[in-house]
């Protein structure tokens, strides 16, 4: 069974970071193209960043050229490193392998990130 534990979410203000983590067990990542997506409130979950098999990262327009994805295959993990973060991604963010527009596994609880204007 794989199970998907997120964390690093936090509320900061307008142009702050974050770093979101995601611990995957279950399932080795690193056989596995990994992505980040995102639901805010009354909104449909969506992809923000994907990393392929071989490292070729993806990036929702909205968010290329502040956020990065990697993975760490020692640790079985995936990170978000979020830069100047906008009110705009306010959301609870998910890790999981992608699918088409959806992914493999069950979701995990999530780690909520707000920002403040």
């Known amino acids: 069974q794989v199970r998907l534990v997120e964390s690093g979410g936090g509320l900061v203000h307008t142009g702050g970071s974050l770093r979101l983590s995601c611990a995957v067990s279950?399932?080795?990542?690193?056989?596995?193209?990994m992505g980040w997506f995102r639901q805010a409130p009354g909104k449909e979950r969506e992809i923000v960043a994907t990393i392929s098999l071989n490292g070729t990262r993806n990036y929702a327009d909205s968010v290329k050229g502040r956020f990065t994805i990697s993975r760490d295959n020692a640790k079985n993990s995936v990170y978000l490193q979020m830069n100047s973060l906008k009110p705009g991604d306010t959301a609870v963010y998910y890790c999981?392998?992608?699918?088409?527009?959806?992914?493999?596994?069950?979701w995990g609880q999530g780690t909520q990130v707000t920002v403040s204007s």
């Open positions: 999981n392998a992608p699918f088409g527009t959806s992914a493999i596994w069950d």
């Open positions: 279950g399932r080795t990542v690193s056989r596995y193209p």
